[in-house]
């Protein structure tokens, strides 16, 4: 694979351009080289996307717009990867999702869209998600990580009902449990038994990498 | 007899001309026939078709016809009464009419270190005593000053809500909806003897969530006017220009207006604008943003020319996180502008935060800023007796004084706001005085008001049917694992 390659996918990545970013990958597999790093390249680019936001320089339209590149790039490469048997290091794997009878998915993406760009696989299960659901993919991902989403009071309870899920499941003990949302406190998040609570999606997703260093 | 309020006396601000008013309207009607609104509810979606509506079922979206809107929009009253439990403080909204009510939070500030937490019982009681006292509050349309109040759960916290406004309170009160507390609201509404509002409120982008739907439905079923408002972010759940989003969060308010019309022509109906942008950095709404302003002002432009009462409800809350000097202009510049633009209720008094804060001694200087609003759209009396040429001409120059007239002593309490809480000491007295800055004045009267206001309380007839209707709530929401 020519080095040229991986650059154009980068610059596919950081100039927002999901088409590009798709068929860069593409033919990146198809000449056969290492999915590897591909894959690395396209976290490389997102993740110089995340560091430009965090010093200011850019903003949450230009993270959320790299996120949804990298949700129609990776696949490519991963599909890649599994073909061949292999596996990447990453800073862990995010379940993440919005809670059951609650549909805002903003805040929810804006939180996937942080993880993604600071170098966590995402699996991204929408809205709506019932208990049964985000077990589901906790399980079948490996999360290391469970991010759930509540804006309103009537459905942060849904909360505390996947986190008992996950006990009665006998996983609570393997995922870290992080809650947001405008309805959500610190307090709460105590209460229900959650790792983590942060307010703003930047501060969840620094709350993603101390929680995966205490791991 | 009704409350008065504030009567706007000059044309409001305009700031578009008017083939930009019709680009807006067109635009919208465009939304609403080609992309259409996804509604979440059955009983709605097929009384929508049964009116001219394209209805895809299984997609849940609904295509309008332009012609059912417009006829909808021309059922709506362009003004209306609304009853509260003492009759003087009944409301005709509409018109050039102002009143002012709450923006609620949902928990209590700390004054001295700034910290939330949720409220106890007895200071929401003593929030709406507050609320109830203050002259230019008119009018509850929050449910409760506070949604997390210690010892209620969730789904009970807007029946106590508005069975402690109905308590404490004699002023119009609004009922939401939420878990299917509406029913309740209603049955309480009833027996005490007045009427709640209710409210349907839209999911943007372009969604109506089934529970707001089927609040629309019992309360425009019950005879109670309807609250239908949107509330954008300007970037994230509608486009991030102002022209773009008002398309959105008009196209999501008229589906809803068009929705009770359907239910029931002529039921009351305001319109409401709550956009705010997203803050690109935090992803939270810029509350207190001027850009809400603007939004607020074109949204009263074309809404009036609906004809349909307006409410500007952004300029409730600020982004500051303490009562300062950041929250007191964002959300004076708000109210001014919105009042300014003909917005016939501005939701104000007591947020602080977002929605995260609320605190009485806000509202008591939010009902300051009321009072200054208020002042200058009733403008300026100009007839013989205020142009007072005989008395200048009496008066002449120095030595001449105007303040030992009789003309001074009729005119200058009818002329001057006298502010309640804003320092006006002379600064010699002000040192004297320890130094004291509009909130301490603030934090003083909310002290006076709560040892000398007591609210008119209800008969015990009324406080044990409303303990009841309680008591089956409560009921019903234990049955359903929610209590």
């Known amino acids: 694979m020519s080095i040229e390659v991986l650059e154009n996918l980068k610059k596919a990545v950081v100039e927002y351009d999901g088409e590009g970013a798709v068929s860069w990958a593409r033919k990146a597999v198809e000449e056969g080289a290492d999915p590897v790093k591909a894959a690395d390249a396209l976290a490389e680019a997102a993740k110089q996307v995340g560091d430009a936001f965090g010093r200011g320089e850019l903003w949450l339209p230009d993270l959320v717009a790299t996120a949804s590149v990298m949700e129609k790039a990776m696949p490519v490469v991963l599909e890649a990867m599994e073909r061949r048997g292999q596996s990447r290091r990453t800073l862990g794997t995010v379940v993440a999702g919005t809670v059951f009878g609650d549909i805002h998915s903003i805040g929810k993406s804006m939180v996937v869209a942080m993880a993604r760009t600071s170098g966590f696989d995402v699996v991204d299960l929408g809205v709506d998600v019932t208990a049964q659901k985000f077990l589901e993919a906790v399980k079948e991902y490996k999360a ?12 942060m309870y849904e909360q505390k009902k996947v986190v008992e899920a996950l006990k009665k499941a006998g996983t609570r003990e393997k995922t870290k449990v992080v809650v947001g949302g405008g309805a959500i406190t610190q307090e709460f998040a105590d209460k229900i038994g959650a790792d983590g609570y942060r307010a703003t999606a930047p501060m969840a997703a620094e709350l993603f990498k101390e929680l995966m260093r205490v791991r | 007899m009704v409350m008065k309020g504030f009567t706007r006396k000059f044309k409001p601000l305009e700031i578009l001309t008017e083939e930009q008013l019709e680009a807006i309207h067109r635009g919208t009607l465009e939304v609403l026939e080609k992309t259409g609104v996804r509604v979440e509810h059955e009983r709605a979606l097929k009384m929508f078709k049964e009116n001219g509506c394209e209805v895809d079922y299984k997609r849940m979206r609904v295509s309008f016809p332009p012609g059912l809107v417009e006829e909808c929009l021309h059922k709506c009253p362009s003004s209306f009464h609304l009853k509260a439990r003492d009759p003087k403080n009944d409301l005709r909204i509409g018109g050039n009419t102002l009143y002012f009510s709450t923006f609620s939070g949902m928990r209590i500030l700390d004054l001295d270190t700034w910290k939330t937490r949720p409220a106890t019982k007895t200071e929401n009681v003593e929030a709406i005593k507050v609320l109830d006292a203050l002259d230019n509050l008119h009018y509850h349309s929050a449910y409760t000053p506070y949604f997390e109040v210690e010892g209620i759960s969730p789904s009970m916290s807007i029946p106590e809500g508005v069975a402690a406004l109905m308590r404490y309170s004699t002023k119009v009160i609004q009922a939401n909806y939420a878990l299917d507390c509406e029913i309740f609201n209603i049955k309480m509404a009833k027996t005490v003897g007045i009427e709640v509002n209710g409210a349907c409120l839209a999911s943007p982008p372009l969604t109506y969530r089934r529970d707001a739907i089927e609040s629309a439905f019992r309360f425009v079923e019950a005879g109670f006017p309807v609250w239908v408002c949107s509330g954008v972010m300007m970037g994230a759940s509608g486009p991030a220009t102002i022209a773009g ?9 008229m589906t809803g207006i068009v929705l009770t019309q359907l239910i029931k022509p002529g039921t009351r109906v305001w319109a409401g604008d709550c956009a705010f942008p997203m803050e690109m950095r935090t992803g939270s709404s810029a509350f207190g943003a001027i850009e809400s302003s603007l939004h607020q002002v074109v949204f009263s432009q074309i809404w009036r020319k609906y004809g349909i009462p307006i409410v500007s409800c952004a ?8 009562i300062d000097f950041q929250c007191g202009y964002e959300k004076a510049i708000g109210a001014m502008l919105s009042a300014l633009s003909g917005a016939n209720v501005l939701t104000s008094y007591g947020g602080v935060y977002g929605e995260l804060a609320f605190h009485p001694v806000q509202a008591i200087l939010d009902d300051e800023i009321a009072g200054m609003v208020g002042r200058f759209i009733e403008s300026v009396d100009v007839t013989e007796e205020t142009l007072a040429i005989d008395l200048i001409d009496e008066v002449g120059p120095i030595p001449g004084m105007y303040l030992d007239k009789e003309h001074t002593r009729k005119w200058w309490k009818k002329e001057q706001f006298m502010p309640k809480v804003a320092d006006r000491t002379s600064y010699p007295e002000w040192m004297e005085k320890g130094k004291k ?8 009267r909310m002290k006076e008001i709560l040892a000398t206001h007591e609210p008119t309380p209800l008969t015990s007839d009324q406080e044990a049917a409303l303990e009841r209707i309680l008591e089956e709530a409560r009921k019903y929401y234990s049955e359903r694992g929610l209590l």
């Open chain 1, 144 to 155: 290391d990580i469970l991010a759930m989403s509540a804006l309103l009071t009537t459905t």
């Open chain 2, 437 to 444: 800055s509009a909130l301490d004045h603030a934090k003083e």
């Open chain 2, 245 to 253: 989003s008002t398309i959105t969060n008009n196209a999501e308010v």
């Open chain 2, 315 to 322: 300029v409730g809350p600020s982004s500051s996180k303490q």
